[in-house]
């Protein structure tokens, strides 16, 4: 939600909607340059997203934070974690994906790297 977040476009009437578009930019962003990319949302959308390009991903149990929780989880497991970029401007998640040796890019840089929408 925090590259949902930086552009005030209203997405918080259609929250689903704006992870729909979130996820529609993604894939558009690893077709273009071949990454791998994984989004992870607090909790399950509903309905549910998926994507053949991208992992749509979510935190096991959705309370607050969850999606950093799972974030900060998903680098440790990665035999690679310094081959991992995490997009936030939470300053916490920001603060452990470093420490676990993750790269770090606010949302607002990694949004404009997206293109208009």
């Known amino acids: 939600m925090n590259v949902i977040g930086t552009r005030p476009d209203g997405w918080w009437k259609?929250?689903?909607a704006a992870m729909v578009g979130l996820v529609d930019l993604l894939e558009r962003f690893a077709a273009g340059n071949g990454d791998d990319v994984t989004v992870v949302f607090e909790q399950r959308p509903r309905p549910p997203i998926t994507s053949t390009v991208i992992e749509v991903a979510h935190a096991?149990?959705?309370r607050r934070d969850a999606a950093d929780f799972e974030i900060v989880r998903r680098i440790g497991l990665d035999p690679q974690p310094g081959a991992i970029r995490v997009v936030t401007s939470d300053h916490w998640l920001a603060d452990q994906a470093r420490i676990a040796g993750a790269a770090v890019i606010s949302a607002?840089?990694?949004?404009?790297e997206l293109g208009p929408r």
Do not use: T
Not at 108 to 112: A, V
């Open 14 to 16: 259609d929250r689903h």
């Open 108 to 112: 607002e840089s990694f949004r404009n």
């Open 60 to 62: 096991p149990r959705p």
